[in-house]
């Protein structure tokens, strides 16, 4: 966890403090730089790939695909990715993903309602949830120390799967939001989407992408509380990571990621500027690599086919 908050201390200086100007769109895996050093501004990933999902360690990233679970690994000084985890029959979606100290990939099932945890240097599947039996879009997840959170958008609930003394996986179950975080009655709309967990560990900040608020929940209980955010709200919030005060917000169609500063005691938020880049395609969730800010390209508005390009991008607009 340490080399983590390194990490994203260094995302924080980088992307917030000495942003670089943006160059224009040159097209997925090009490699030009823009303020990044020897890192490349575009990394590309296989066509077809639908991605959504980014985590990384050290210079490797991971993406997955949302359209049949797929998992691919690269890394940022670019080159070619490698398969990780294979198309899956049942075509669960890999959205959200994160890795643990213990080298394991915490990954998000979409509509198919069930998380699943893969050794991320080998793609062994070490766990799985059973399907959900209503309509479900289990969509992002954080890391605490005793739990993995995932949010589910189509139902006012998280899902928990407890993690037990040496790492031990326990079985996942939904625990009921109650109190600020309130869905639409539809369970087609999007609603709770990107998770951090709390400077405290004990609690997550979840995104409505519905109404652009931000809400505190507590995952043993479902408590959430809402946390107001001067200049927003965070139209088309998706995934967020934290960095000690600042909480990076993608605002995936709007193109854009809201840099905010937390209150010490995370009661508010104030937005304190906005990334945008002519390289964003519709980004949805971010991830640090030697020490730098990157997002994966969804491309939502663009119809998805076996040649459509994606790529990750490295995050150095303002």
Known sequence: MRTRRRLLAAATAAAVLVPAAAEAHKGPGHGHGHGGGSLPSTVALPAGLQPEGIEA??????????????????????????????????????????????????????????????????????????PASDPAFVNDVALLRDKAVFTDSAQQRLVVAPIGRRGALGEARTVPITGSLAYDADPATIEANGIVASRDGRSVIVVNSR?????????????STLIPVAGGPLANGDGLLRAGKTLFAVQNRLNRIAVLRL????????VRRTITDPQFDVPTTLAVAKGRLFTVNARFTTPPAADTAYDVVRVDGK
């Open 211 to 223: 109404t652009g608020e931000l809400h505190r929940v507590d995952p043993e209980t479902g408590v």
């Open 263 to 270: 209150a010490k005691d995370e009661s508010s938020a104030t």
């Open 57 to 130: 360690r050290g210079k490797t990233f991971f993406a997955g695909s949302r359209a049949t679970g797929q998992i691919v690994v690269g890394s940022v000084k670019g080159g070619p990715t490698r398969e990780l985890v294979p198309a899956q029959a049942d075509a669960p979606s890999a959205l959200g993903l994160r890795l643990d100290h213990r080298g394991r990939l915490f990954v998000s099932g979409g509509r198919t309602g069930t998380v699943s945890v893969y050794e991320a240097r080998t793609g062994r599947l070490l766990y799985r949830a059973k």
